[in-house]
């Protein structure tokens, strides 16, 4: 399909560049003390997002290509359909289907896996939550069953506790759940399957945009070769833990517990050795390229996988439940192919010889890039567009609830005025990161500061006769608490909030309109930016959401 765009009837654009602000995790909800978005003073967000060029759009669900309303909403996903203009089944709808129609395991990659096993260990890592964004358990106990069922009796699940996409303790439920699914494996024949090791996602193994490979490599030394603390369960590791913090006065979060090795007499249970096999069982990528290229890479440098006595990293058979990077092609072996998402809004505005840039710190920078771009690395057109990456912190983010706000802003500004862009997009990361800690103060600190720098922004934009467009990739900080038996419990993960839309058009003389389709979504997005640039969007993009 040819990737020309036709100029919109009506509308040349404005002389000025589109500028896109994603305000990742700001969601609406209704205003309360729980609710950071409005808890934080506002004015420059108010002010946009009451204006007679705004709406909401959902973020979650089916609108972003998840199974369900009831599935929250991701980064990943959510920047998917920004830059794609569709709506294409992701992650764990993908899984689910594989799963129910008896797919992942009649691939090769499955088969692979299963005769390695036969003979030594299959091994299992990844998120242990039911989460629904990174992986879900159900998929892992539908692995376990049917590995037992094709004649595999030593399995070893390496947890990663959630505590962000589920709340902050429970841990210990999901490790039940798991024990008895293990339990009733085991009761079936002289099996072995347990789990061996684990530890909290933001401290190992699940890293992402090689922010802090000493965190994968942490993971990798727990899960390979039984380094870390040592417990007879995972249920004793985490109990512990949970004593420790609150013996020191902490509240304990799940996603931040040290790692573990489960023992026995004869020391870990569940040791990486020659011969096994390994599946991250994770089916979104960003928090899963890096522990992959870890036991895939030949030549791999990021850290030293010698063992404790200088052992060379075992040889093993690995694959992903997907392949987290197509362009890298990582990992090389995988269960369920990821969506095909094709002619993203950057390819359209390459072949029109746009000139467009895109910005985030660390956090986030593959959002705007990678997933922006369908799940692919790199540039499209190296002379069209720039790529900037100002470094994360390596920190608890409610320590620095700024984050790079304002060095994002400032570098988009100097962007906007070399005069070399037409079409830009930044994503600022605070509300969903600082609110993934469950600090309300912290995150209201947050919101304060994107306020303040959306004001630097639409300034630039009004002198440039440009337009900014402000939205959303998910909820996140606009529910920081959840009630129960008139308990308050700090919420953690996203929600199922709808996000702002806002159109700013200092130039606006009518003549367009705010005209959404029914159920308007993320994947609407596309649609109206091109319109705003003066394009007419390409036949099956989601119609845009203003009208002329």
Request: include cysteine.
């Amino acid at each position: 399909m040819s990737l020309h765009l036709d100029r919109h009837p009506s509308f040349a654009g404005r002389p000025g560049p589109v500028l896109l602000v994603i305000a990742d995790g700001v969601g609406v909800a209704p205003a309360g003390p729980s609710n950071a978005v409005t808890v934080a003073d506002t004015p420059h967000l108010d002010e946009l997002t009451r204006s007679e060029l705004a709406t909401e759009l959902a973020a979650h669900g089916p609108a972003v290509g998840l199974p369900t309303d009831d599935d929250m909403g991701n980064s990943e996903v959510g920047h998917n359909a920004l830059g794609a203009g569709r709506v294409f089944a992701q992650g764990a709808k993908l899984v689910n289907k594989a799963i129910e129609t008896g797919a992942i395991f009649e691939s090769d990659v499955w088969h692979g896996a299963i005769g390695r096993a036969r003979t030594g260990t299959l091994h299992f890592v990844g998120l242990h939550s039911d989460g629904n964004v990174h992986s879900h358990n159900e998929h892992l106990y539908a692995m376990l069953r049917r590995a037992a069922d094709e004649g595999v009796t030593s399995a070893a699940v390496h947890i990663l506790h959630d505590g962000r996409d589920v709340p902050s303790q429970s841990a210990l439920g999901y490790i039940r759940r798991t024990e008895e699914v293990l339990a009733e494996i085991n009761a079936e024949g002289a099996r072995n399957f347990r789990i061996a090791s684990g530890g909290g996602r933001m401290y190992i193994t699940m890293d992402r945009y090689e922010a802090d490979w000493p965190m994968v490599e942490r993971g990798y030394r727990a899960h390979v070769w039984g380094e870390g603390r040592r417990f007879v369960s995972a249920r004793a590791a985490v109990e512990t833990m949970y004593d420790e913090a609150k013996a020191a006065g902490k509240v304990p979060s799940d996603q931040y517990l040290r790692e573990f090795v489960v023992v026995d007499e004869d020391g870990p249970v569940g040791t990486v050795s020659d011969g096994d096999a390994v599946i991250v069982y994770n089916f979104r990528g960003d928090r899963s390229i890096e522990i992959s290229r870890a036991f895939e890479e030949p030549d791999f440098t990021e850290f030293s996988r010698q063992g404790p006595n200088g052992e060379p990293a075992p040889e093993v058979f690995f694959a992903g439940m997907l392949q987290y990077d197509g362009d890298a092609l990582v990992p090389k072996q995988y269960l369920v192919a990821p969506p095909q998402i094709d002619r993203t809004m950057s390819h359209y505005l390459c072949a029109e010889g746009v000139r467009s840039f895109a910005v985030s710190e660390t956090q986030k920078y593959g959002h705007v890039t990678y997933f922006w771009n369908g799940n692919r690395s790199g540039y499209i057109d190296p002379t069209l567009e720039t790529y900037v990456e100002i470094p994360s912190d390596n920190v608890e983010f409610d320590t620095t609830p700024a984050m790079k706000v304002p060095e994002i802003t400032d570098e988009v500004i100097d962007l906007l005025r070399s005069g070399d862009y037409k079409f830009g997009r930044l994503n600022f990361p605070s509300g969903d990161m600082v609110g993934h800690t469950g600090n309300l103060e912290a995150t209201v600190e947050a919101m304060t500061v994107i306020d303040e720098c959306m004001a630097k922004l639409v300034e630039v934009i009004d002198e440039l006769d440009g337009v900014l467009v402000y939205t959303a990739d998910h909820g996140n900080a606009d529910i920081m608490y959840t009630e129960s038996g008139g308990v308050r419990s700090p919420k953690t993960s996203h929600t199922l909030s709808p996000v702002p839309f806002a159109i700013h058009d200092p130039n606006y003389d009518g003549e367009y309109h705010i005209a959404p389709p029914p159920q308007p979504g993320l994947a609407n997005v596309a649609a109206t930016l091109l319109n705003l640039m003066g394009y007419e969007a390409p036949d099956d993009y989601e119609p845009s959401v203003i009208g002329f």
